[in-house]
């Protein structure tokens, strides 16, 4: 299927590894440019030496001010057909562990950096009638994981933000959706089995193994198989799609609606 991307240009964050390196290595093998960013310089460094002149890199924590400046000094030099924001996410806690510093820092990690990029981006796609702003959540936002309680409450305030924009923005051809992955193998569910081992008292692999026995599909997913489901979304082929969240997840939502 051509996804008519190979002239489209794109901005992924969280690009040195996991599923943002995933992201942009299927931009890129559809033949997409595509600027990434991350904080270690190294690993988008081989980016860019595995497509030469198909990547642009800004090494920098996107939290700052500064550093976003930085960025969209290097998105304004060409048009911008799409955004993937995802980055880390809060340290695993449960509520009566969390402290209003807690707090404060999800809301800086998990939201602001999020609204304030996305706020500089809009009115260039909007000028352009085109753009696709896709953001990278977690299962969480549709069904609560124990010891999570910072990404359960501020991911579902992306949700929301999110839900919101794409009924302003739908007229003007830009469309705004949700990954909200389960349980993958990556850096990220190794902390969250090792947070729910500790509160179970029970051994990390015996936790491993409860996990995957309660997914249907029996296995944790791959980072490949987000990015699949990614590059469609910020394909033209997605355009009559937005305001969405979308499981990626071997079934392990139960509800009705995934």
Not at 102 to 118: C, F, G, H, I, S
Not at 150 to 163: D, E, F, I, P, T
């Amino acid at each position: 299927m051509d996804l008519k991307i190979s002239t489209h240009r794109f901005l992924v964050t969280g690009a040195s590894s996991g599923m943002g390196r995933a992201v942009a290595e299927a931009l890129l093998s559809e033949g997409a440019s595509v600027i990434v960013n991350a904080r270690r310089a190294a690993l988008l460094d081989e980016l860019s030496a595995a497509w030469p002149g198909k990547v642009e890199c800004l090494v920098g924590d996107l939290r700052d001010a500064a550093v976003r400046e930085q960025l969209m000094h290097v998105v304004r030099r060409a048009p911008l057909h799409g955004v993937f924001l995802n980055a880390g996410g809060p340290p695993a806690r449960g509520f009566l562990e969390t402290t209003i510093a807690d707090w404060d820092q999800a809301y800086l990690d998990l939201l602001r950096w999020k609204v304030a990029l996305v706020q500089e981006l809009i009115p260039g796609f909007a000028a352009a009638g085109y753009g696709r702003v896709l953001f990278l959540e977690s299962i969480s936002v549709k069904q609560p994981v124990p010891g999570l309680v910072l990404s359960n409450a501020l991911r579902m305030a992306v949700v929301g933000m999110a839900k919101t924009l794409s009924d302003e923005v739908a007229p003007r051809g830009i469309t705004v959706n949700v990954l909200a992955p389960g349980y993958h193998a990556t850096p990220a569910v190794d902390r969250v089995l090792r947070k729910t081992a500790e509160m179970k008292g029970l051994d990390v692999e015996e936790v491993t193994r409860d996990l995957i026995g309660n997914i249907p599909v029996q296995r944790m997913g791959e980072a490949h198989e987000i990015a699949s489901l990614a590059l469609w979304l910020l394909s033209p082929a997605s355009a009559y799609l937005t305001g969405q969240t979308f499981s990626v997840d071997g079934g392990r939502v139960r509800g009705s609606y995934g």
